[in-house]
């Protein structure tokens, strides 16, 4: 089961558009010796420098040996796999949030344990809570459960555990919160369906999947003999349009994103195709009479 729930919980987070490392560590052999039993997640911090704690989360410390997650939380977002098989972070069971945990001391086996990697003098970046709470609706997916199956390690510590958290004082994050965002990156993302059938539409022209020149303006600033085929190019593409789609602000500001990673491989100005994209969003909405009953429309830029 291990691996193939490691192997699965890659997968989704690439859908989702967090960029995940899988080959920092052997991490299918990664492990305890215990046999999982996953049944939810604990949400911990490193209390180390941002990105300085990787050694020590795989061979452990001089009072526990390692791995020490399943999974680290980087300063910019992304996700490294550490371990498919249960690790050594989660301790024993029966703190006063534990439920619908069991109480136990063999915790371990049954909870993916996701380390993120900030010194809790400070607080996580945002770009690692946003990771950690696509995580858990990962995590969460996979079991056909919801997020009352994630926990922070403090709900579940008999030890007086606090994290994640910072401080001073020792004040942990409200995992009421990360959970109500879990909830709601499990029920779908902020976009119509309007909305993502434009961008979809966009996409699929950015990738080679469809002809390009469906929108007006595209043809002059991509050569639509030229087929974007090159591989980095493409999995950039596809991670950034994922994460733009399901979690930017605005449609405006995935939108603008999007353009300039376009504009930055081919040389073309990001601007101009921009406004070319928003007009023609702009004029299907009008043709289709959807306006404001939908969503706004983004405007022109400046």
């Known amino acids: 089961m291990s691996v193939a729930f490691a192997t699965e919980v890659i997968r989704r987070l690439r859908a989702r558009g967090v960029v995940v490392s899988d080959n920092w560590t052997d991490w299918r052999r990664n492990g305890n010796g215990q046999t999982s039993a996953y049944a939810g997640g604990i949400m911990h911090h490193t209390a180390t420098a941002y990105g300085d704690a990787f050694p020590a989360l795989v061979a452990g410390r001089p009072d526990l040996s390692g791995p020490l997650c399943n999974s680290a939380g980087c300063a910019d977002g992304s996700i490294t796999i550490v371990a498919a098989h249960p690790a050594n972070h989660a301790g024993a069971s ?4 534990t439920r619908p945990f069991p109480d136990t001391g063999v915790f371990n086996r049954m909870v993916w344990g996701h380390e993120i990697v900030y010194p809790g003098t400070n607080p996580m970046t945002d770009a690692q809570w946003h990771s950690m709470v696509q995580l858990g609706a990962v995590i969460c997916e996979i079991l056909n459960r919801g997020p009352e199956w994630i926990k922070g390690h403090y709900e579940t510590s008999v030890t007086g555990k606090w994290d994640p958290g910072f401080a001073p004082p020792d004040r942990s994050i409200s995992m009421n919160d990360v959970r109500a965002q879990i909830h709601d990156a499990l029920e779908g993302d902020m976009f ?12 699929e022209q950015l990738t080679g999947s469809r002809e390009p020149g469906q929108f007006p303006g595209f043809p002059s600033f991509v050569d639509p003999t030229v087929k974007l085929s090159d591989v980095d190019f493409l999995r950039r ?5 994922n994460t733009l789609l ?5 449609q405006q500001e995935a939108l603008r994103d999007l353009t300039q990673a376009v504009s930055e491989q081919h040389g073309i100005d990001g601007d101009q195709l921009l406004s070319a994209i928003t007009t023609a969003i702009n004029e299907e909405l009008e043709r289709a009479s959807l306006g ?3 969503s706004p429309r983004p405007e022109q830029p400046a």
């Open 237 to 241: 593409i596809d991670q950034r349009v």
């Open 192 to 203: 119509t369906p309007a909305d993502r059938q434009f961008l979809d539409d966009i996409k």
């Open 94 to 97: 029966g703190g006063r949030g």
């Open 292 to 294: 404001s009953s939908k």
């Open 246 to 250: 399901a979690h930017s602000d605005t």
